[in-house]
T-cell receptor
Framework: DTAVSQTPKYLVTQMGNDKSIKCEQN?????MYWYKQDSKKFLKIMFS???????INETVPNRFSPKSPDKAHLNLHINSLELGDSAVYFC???????????FGSGTRLTVV | AQKVTQAQTEISVVEKEDVTLDCVYE???????LFWYKQPPSGELVFLIR??????QNEISGRYSWNFQKSTSSFNFTITASQVVDSAVYFC????????????FGQGTTLQVKP
């Protein structure tokens, strides 16, 4: 069983569209995260949820909206996609702060 | 502010050579955690090690070893007798007690091991 699963793995879409990426973890972790990896491989946190509550919201455009229906799921919805949104998005989860992070396999988003 | 610096952008070695990847960090937290992740060409992030700030013992796991030195704020990673399968991007990361669990990543070091 995959510990942290993201869908889809690849997403190609046109500018201006709205898309969602889903993430689910079966580890029983309390905290989930979204990270963005840009074309230069740089990884940066976007959001963090603890037990469905938003605790980290980095400087991310309002077009990005995370939603956590329960502590096992953290979805990322992106409105009005732009070329600069093209990146790999990683979901992750952890049991307690800094104990250990499990990452999903990533979603490669390409905006054309 | 917290920061992780991996000064080596790319390293190329020949198989069986030893290679050390450098990591220097900055934090004002007294309690913090350091990590290394491997990202092979397939793209996933593979956890290698976690170290807390109170444990300066070096660690060895097979061909991998880590040297944590608080005095120089460094957490270096050495691969002994490198293999082609070690080719990947390696990330050092920091999480401090003041930053609500988020990981601060270094820029990554691309390691190419040639046969």
């Amino acid at each position: 069983d995959t510990a942290v699963s993201q869908t889809p793995k690849y997403l190609v879409t046109q500018m201006g569209n709205d898309k969602s990426i889903k993430c689910e973890q079966n580890l029983g972790h309390d905290t989930m995260y979204w990270y963005k990896q840009d074309s230069k491989k740089f990884l940066k946190i976007m959001f963090s949820y603890n037990n469905k509550e938003l605790i980290i919201n980095e400087t991310v455009p309002n077009r990005f909206s995370p939603k956590s229906p329960d502590k096992a799921h953290l979805n990322l919805h992106i409105n009005s996609l732009e070329l600069g949104d093209s990146a790999v998005y990683f979901c992750a989860s952890s049991q307690e702060d800094s104990y250990g992070y499990t990452f999903g396999s990533g979603t490669r988003l390409t905006v054309v | 502010a917290q920061k992780v610096t991996q000064a080596q952008t790319e390293i190329s070695v020949v198989e069986k050579e030893d290679v050390t990847l450098d990591c220097v960090y900055e934090t004002r937290d007294t309690t913090y955690y350091l990590f290394w992740y491997k990202q092979p060409p397939s793209g996933e992030l593979v956890f290698l090690i976690r170290r807390n700030s109170f444990d300066e013992q070096n660690e060895i796991s097979g061909r991998y070893s880590w040297n944590f030195q608080k005095s120089t704020s460094s957490f270096n990673f050495t691969i002994t007798a490198s293999q082609v399968v070690d080719s990947a991007v390696y990330f050092c990361a920091l999480s401090g007690s003041s930053n609500t669990g988020k990981l601060i990543f270094g820029q990554g070091t691309t390691l190419q091991v040639k046969p």
